[in-house]
């Protein structure tokens, strides 16, 4: 890696920023509560990791939201095995507010906002629009423990916003070159929306303990070197075929196979990111 140079109480704010600048003034809105899951780049099992931590905190007495922020590719309704009656695209075409769209998914134990997978018009939302999506779901949010967004790939428009205005960003990454090099464009080209200093790493599929804390220390010295900065690790789930039988069949790991190490490792990090969540709520309270 290198780097060069170069509800009905739902309230909508009608004073919005320009969502592209990220600064964070008196206008931009964040939630004291909202956890946003993102990575570089597709196929590192971010939508996965989303869906089960959400369950793990559940299953730790948390109230959670899931919210489907990968708008355009949405597919947690898909892994969860549901076909929603009502999605994020009602809400959109101004049918019904965020709230109205929350259904519960009972296995899991906790409530989700579906997306619309194939709606290209949801990725080209214009600035408000977007802008008052994201004031409903910080409202919204007052209704949980814990809110979890859960990204699309990359650092598009609709990304950065959702992650700055969330208390935390998890951004989760393999050991694979190209999976470590978006991870670090992430990182990178956060630093000038201000919320690189809110993300912390998920190292997943790691083939061992050892192998995960290596991944997490290349990455770790890029960002140092180029960045000046240290992103935390938060955990890592260890590489197990589990994972993808139970998302083939789609059902949950904590139900299907609760005994494997990537079961054991994903409750581990939910408390840890409880940990966090909390630390960091504590930390806006008082700034």
């Given amino acids: 890696m290198s780097d060069s140079p170069a509800s009905g109480k739902t309230r909508m704010s009608t004073s919005l920023k320009d969502p592209d600048s990220m600064t964070g003034g008196p206008a931009f809105r964040r939630g004291t509560n909202i956890l946003a899951v993102a990575s570089g780049k597709g196929g590192v099992g971010k939508t996965w990791f989303s869906t089960t931590l959400a369950h793990a905190l559940s299953k730790m007495g948390k109230k959670v939201l ?7 590719l949405a597919n947690v309704d898909v892994q969860l095995g549901l076909m929603p009656k009502r999605d994020l695209n009602d809400v959109i075409r101004g049918r019904l507010s965020l709230d109205k769209v929350v259904q519960e998914f009972e296995e899991g134990g906790y409530d989700i906002i579906a997306g619309r997978s194939g709606q290209a018009s949801l990725s080209a939302l214009p600035s408000q629009r977007l802008a008052l999506l994201r004031d409903q779901l910080v409202d919204l949010a007052n209704d949980y423990d814990i809110v979890i967004a859960d990204l699309g790939a990359g650092v598009d428009r609709t990304v950065r916003m959702l992650s700055a205005t969330a208390t935390r960003t ?4 393999t050991d694979e070159p190209t999976s470590l090099t978006d ?3 992430f990182i990178k080209l956060g630093t000038a929306a201000g919320m690189s200093k809110n993300v912390s790493i998920v190292v997943n599929m790691a083939s061992s303990v050892s192998e995960g804390e290596k991944t997490y220390r290349t990455l770790l010295k ?9 992103p935390p690790l938060v955990g890592m789930i260890r590489h197990d075929p589990k994972v993808k039988e139970t998302i083939r069949h789609q059902s949950p790991l904590l139900i299907r196979s609760p005994n494997t190490e990537a079961a054991e490792d994903i409750e581990k990090v939910a408390k840890e990111i409880w940990t966090m969540m909390a630390d960091a709520k504590k930390a806006m309270a008082s700034a």
């Fill in 66 to 72: 899931l919210f489907d922020g990968d708008l355009g």
């Fill in 222 to 230: 890029a960002c140092e070197n180029f960045l000046r900065l240290a």
């Fill in 183 to 185: 991870a670090y464009a």
């Fill in 170 to 173: 998890v951004l989760i990454t």
